[in-house]
């Protein structure tokens, strides 16, 4: 992302247009804040200042609660740099919690992709490991709503074992 879609945001942006990025099934936010940080971190090597704002939904209220909250154990030290756990984490009993400034880029909330209508006018929809999920029509369901969702020229950001069906062209 970093080399390749992130750069792409860049061109025709003024510094008032929000990057936009929807995460749906977001599961607990693991993904929504590892976005956030590394977007953040682009903006800072490149020298921008330019509002994020990231929409992570999932369709279960309690993996949502959990997302919000950012609390995670301490077997994340196993992935995370201690270099960014430093710098984006404050440590708390038994793990760690992703700091406010990184929560306030990430609006999480109850959402069906399948059902309710989509964020729009976004510069990325990462859906990563949630199409394996779905039966191949309800994939060529949704494919159509992530490309209503996105700007021209946006990017759908797919798992290794996501795959947009019929719909790839």
Known sequence: LKESVFPKFMKNRTADSAIRIWGPGCSTGEEA?????????????VGAKIPIQIFA?????SAIKKARIGVYSEGIERSVSSERLSRFFDRVSG????NKSIRDLCLFSKHDVTSDPPFS???????????????????????????YALNPGGFLFLGKSDSPGGSAK
């Open 121 to 147: 006018k976004l510069d990325l929809v990462s859906c990563r490991n949630v199409l394996i999920y779905f039966a191949a029509i309800l994939q060529k369901h949704v494919i159509p709503i992530f490309h």
């Open 95 to 98: 793990g760690y919690k992703i």
């Open 33 to 45: 804040y590892s976005l956030a940080i590394s977007l953040l971190e682009f903006l800072e090597d």
């Open 57 to 61: 939904t999932d369709i279960s209220e």
